[in-house]
């Protein structure tokens, strides 16, 4: 039965992705005919074990109607936040969040914390979307490349993650909705034997999902 589910993981999220669908229409696909069983699945696949528990938990309340509205709502976003330089902005759990990575090569100088000027220009900007669209957790973590050790990178990713987090407060986004959390050289997405990689591994990560306000509006169908 666990092979069947992976299977039906895989062939929902590679026919979602191949197929260039929007966020709505992914919201849909995973609401409709998948349930918490397929949303851990194709949870496990984004960012570890915090991808599953998100996952699971979209899965488990979101149906076919709700899973549309709240992937219209991420795409409308999405829009918005694909103007802001220095960003990549990408979605997950099939629609479900938003994913933006800033390169710390932008946001920070080397063995850093402190905030560049270019860098606060486009949190600004992050910020205005987070306070337009307020019904969102945001969970922000820093990492860094594997140069070092764990004693310099792990305080070093966790201040850099709390960095971005007293910025945006101070733009207005309630500190409530945020989260802050350092992971050290954990779950590199690059090369580490490589500059250029370890260029890509020193970054800050924000993870965009519904909070329950949104849910509990898109169940009822109310959610604009």
Request: glycine share 14%.
């Amino acid at each position: 039965m666990k092979n069947l589910v992976t299977v039906g993981v895989l062939c929902v999220a590679l026919l979602l992705s191949g197929c260039g669908a929007s966020n709505q229409v992914k919201g849909t696909g995973i609401g409709g005919g998948a349930g918490a069983a397929l949303g851990a699945g194709i949870g496990a696949l984004l960012n570890g074990g915090k991808g599953a528990a998100w996952g699971a938990g979209i899965g488990a309340v979101v149906g076919g109607t709700a899973g549309n509205l709240i992937g219209k709502k991420m795409d409308k976003q999405k829009a918005e936040l694909d103007q802001i330089n220095g960003a990549q902005v990408e979605t997950v759990n099939d629609g479900q969040a938003i994913k933006v990575t800033f390169d710390s090569g932008i946001l920070f100088a080397t063995n850093s914390s402190t905030l560049s000027s270019a860098s606060k220009t486009a949190l600004t900007q992050f910020a205005a979307s987070l306070i337009s669209n307020p019904d969102t957790n945001v969970d922000i973590i820093g990492y860094t490349d594997n140069t070092g050790n764990d004693k310099i990178n792990q305080p070093l990713s966790e201040q850099r993650a709390t960095s971005v987090k007293a910025f945006l407060t101070t733009q207005g986004v309630g500190t409530m909705r945020l989260t802050a959390e350092g992971l050290g050289s954990a779950n590199p997405v690059a090369d580490n034997s490589t500059k250029a990689g370890q260029q890509q591994n020193r970054r800050v990560e924000v993870y965009i999902s519904a909070n329950e306000k949104m849910l509990q509006e898109a169940q009822a169908g109310t959610l604009k």
